[in-house]
């Protein structure tokens, strides 16, 4: 099992505005569905309101809508495992 993890921190000035953050999984790897993570809260892997799925919005991809990210704010951190086939 390989555990992922995403770093996003704006850098600059002002705000990055509709940051959306898509990871192919990678070949000869299987997501581990209810794995995916936002700042340690989980999201459902299906397009359901939450701002995270699995292959839903990219096919083959964990997507994750940040929203709006403001130069020097909190960074956000996205984390889900996968299986080595």
Same mark, same amino acid.
């Given at each position: 099992t390989i555990t992922y993890e995403l @770093? #996003?921190?704006a850098t600059g000035t002002g705000t990055t505005n509709g940051v #959306? +953050? @898509?990871d192919a999984i990678p070949l000869n790897t299987t997501?581990?569905?209810g794995t %995916?993570? %936002?700042n340690g809260s989980s999201l459902t892997d299906t397009v359901d309101g939450d701002p995270g799925d699995m292959g839903g919005t990219t096919t083959g991809a964990i997507t994750v809508d %940040?929203?709006?990210v403001a +130069? &020097? &704010?909190p960074g956000q951190t996205?984390?889900?495992t996968v299986t080595i086939d």
């Open positions: @770093s #996003v921190i #959306v +953050v @898509s997501y581990n569905p %995916l993570m %936002l %940040l929203g709006d +130069v &020097g &704010g996205i984390t889900f």
